[in-house]
């Protein structure tokens, strides 16, 4: 079945640090891909996506470009502040909408 | 995106018992989501919940456990029957506001202790 793996936290950086938290997947078909973000104490949102590959998705300085060659989706920002801490999940989305997530990647950042 | 709420936001509950947990959204959607999220892990689906039939089940989660009413494009309820302490999770419900987007947007989530 479908599945997401992504790299194991806490990752630990100081302010204006470039962060890259990778993530790859195993899917048939071809899936939506996302990064959803869990800040301390609120519900989770949606960061970023992309639906073919190739395809850049963007928001709040973060990137991550779909990789089919490397069936990767590897979310990176290139200066962190401490207001970025939070748990990162990747996720895939299968034909019927139904979302796989990642174990998820907590992020602290450190002034 | 969608404004979503869930009632109550978090319960204390002793085994054995049922609570119901409620979805609202503020416009009409087609599809709505439950999933769990287990004490520092990640979200699992539960189910999709289906707008006048039977929610389809995630393996490993049962209709008698979770059984879930969507009575409308705006409503959800799932409830968590004969409760043990495993079941000390945090529900969230999610929907896709725009069909064929895949994009979802996730309710605050309920926090459940079984004591």
């Known amino acids: 079945g479908d599945s997401v793996t992504q790299m194991e936290g806490p990752v630990t950086l100081s302010e204006e640090a470039f962060l890259t938290i990778n993530c790859t997947y195993t899917?048939?078909?071809?899936?939506?891909l996302f990064w959803y973000v869990q800040y301390p104490g609120e519900g989770l949102q949606l960061l970023l996506k992309a639906t073919k590959a190739d395809d850049k998705g963007s928001n709040k300085g973060f990137e991550a470009t779909y990789r089919k060659e490397t069936t990767s989706f590897h979310l990176e920002k290139g200066s962190v502040q401490v207001s970025d801490s939070a748990v990162y999940f990747c996720?895939?989305?299968?034909?019927?909408?139904?979302?796989?997530f990642g174990a998820g990647t907590q992020v602290v950042v450190t002034p | 995106s969608a404004v979503i709420s869930q009632k109550p936001s978090r319960d204390i509950c002793q085994r054995g018992t049922s609570l119901t947990i409620q979805c609202q959204v503020d416009?009409?959607?087609?599809?709505m989501f439950w999933y769990r999220q287990q004490p520092g892990q990640s979200l699992t689906l539960i189910a999709t919940?289906?707008?006048?039939?039977?929610?389809?089940?995630e393996s490993g989660f049962v209709i008698d456990k979770f059984p879930i009413s969507r009575p409308n494009l705006t409503f959800s309820t799932l409830t968590v029957s004969n409760m043990s302490p495993e079941d000390s999770s945090i529900y969230l419900c999610?929907?896709?506001?725009?069909?064929?987007?895949?994009?979802?947007?996730f309710g605050p989530g309920t926090r459940l202790t079984v004591t």
């Open positions: 999610s929907v896709e506001t725009a069909s064929g987007t895949y994009e979802q947007y």
């Open positions: 919940a289906n707008q006048g039939s039977e929610a389809t089940y």
């Open positions: 416009s009409q959607v087609t599809m």
């Open positions: 996720a895939l989305s299968d034909s019927w909408g139904k979302l796989q």
């Open positions: 899917a048939t078909g071809y899936p939506s």
